[in-house]
T-cell receptor, first 111, second 112 residues
Framework: EAQVTQNPRYLITVTGKKLTVTCSQN?????MSWYRQDPGLGLRQIYY???????DKGDVPEGYKVSRKEKRNFPLILESPSPNQTSLYFC??????????FGNGTRLTVT | AQSVTQPDIHITVSEGASLELRCNYS??????LFWYVQSPGQGLQLLLK??????LVQGIKGFEAEFKRSQSSFNLRKPSVHWSDAAEYFC??????????FGTGTRLTIIP
C-alpha cells in the first residue's frame, strides 16, 4: 500500500531534550516536506526536500533540522525543543508539482 | 506577494443542503490549485486538483471546484452535503516554485 509513515503518533517531552520524528514513504517520490499545524494558522511549511541531499527552508524553519540521505526517509529533528514547538506535525511526499500524500501526523507536546 | 485566502473560518450547513467553500489567491500567473480535506485525527486527503484545461474539475466524494481566472478563485462545491463531510477543508496553491502554500482552512459543521 502506498503510504507515508510517521512515527511516533504522539510524543510528550521536556524542554531541551533532543528528539527525532521519522518519516518514510514508499512511493519513490522526489519531493518531501514537513508541516506544522496550529489552530487558526493552517499548515505552515518547516522544511522541504526536492531530492536526496537537497533540503531547503520553508516558512518556519527555526528550531528544526532535517536530513535526506535516502529518497524514502526525511526525519525531522528538534535539537532543543521548546514549548512553542508544541504542535501537530505532518510529513508529506509527492512527485514534482503533484498532489501531496500526507502521513497521519505526530502530536508533539513540549513541557 | 503570493498568498492564499480562505475567508470563512467556520461554516455550518444543514445535511442535504448545498455547500460552497471559498478560496482566493494572489499571483500573476495561473498556479496549480488543490483542495484537501482533513477529518478529525487524520492527515490531509486530496479532494481534487487543477493544473490546466477544463476549469470545472471533479473530485472524490462528490466534490467539484471551479477555477475562475478573472476572480483568482478556486471555490469548492458540493450539491448536497452528508454528515460525513464534516471536516476541515484546506485550499492549497503551487505558485510555480517548489512550495505548496496552504490557506488557513475552513471548518465545516453539518447539522441534522
Amino acid at each position: 500500500e502506498a503510504q507515508v509513515t510517521q512515527n511516533p503518533r504522539y510524543l510528550i517531552t521536556v524542554t531541551g531534550k533532543k528528539l527525532t520524528v521519522t518519516c518514510s514513504q514508499n512511493m519513490n517520490h522526489e519531493y518531501m516536506s514537513w508541516y506544522r499545524q496550529d489552530p487558526g494558522l493552517g499548515l505552515r511549511q518547516i522544511y522541504y526536500s526536492m531530492n536526496v541531499e537537497v533540503t531547503d527552508k520553508g516558512d518556519v524553519p527555526e528550531g528544526y533540522k532535517v536530513s535526506r540521505k535516502e529518497k524514502r526517509n526525511f526525519p525531522l529533528i528538534l535539537e532543543s525543543p521548546s514549548p512553542n514547538q508544541t504542535s501537530l506535525y505532518f510529513c508529506a511526499s509527492s512527485p514534482e508539482f503533484g498532489p501531496l500524500h500526507f502521513g497521519n501526523g505526530t502530536r508533539l507536546t513540549v513541557t | 506577494a503570493q498568498s492564499v485566502t480562505q475567508p470563512d473560518i467556520h461554516i455550518t450547513v444543514s445535511e442535504g443542503a448545498s455547500l460552497e467553500l471559498r478560496c482566493n489567491y494572489s499571483y500573476g500567473a495561473t498556479p496549480y490549485l488543490f483542495w484537501y480535506v482533513q477529518s478529525p485525527g487524520q492527515g490531509l486527503q486530496l479532494l481534487l486538483k487543477y493544473f490546466s484545461g477544463d476549469t470545472l474539475v471533479q473530485g472524490i466524494k462528490g466534490f467539484e471546484a471551479e477555477f475562475k481566472r478573472s476572480q483568482s478563485s478556486f471555490n469548492l462545491r458540493k450539491p448536497s452535503v452528508h454528515w460525513s463531510d464534516a471536516a476541515e477543508y484546506f485550499c492549497a496553491v503551487h505558485f510555480g516554485n517548489e512550495k505548496l502554500t496552504f490557506g488557513t482552512g475552513t471548518r465545516l459543521t453539518i447539522i441534522p
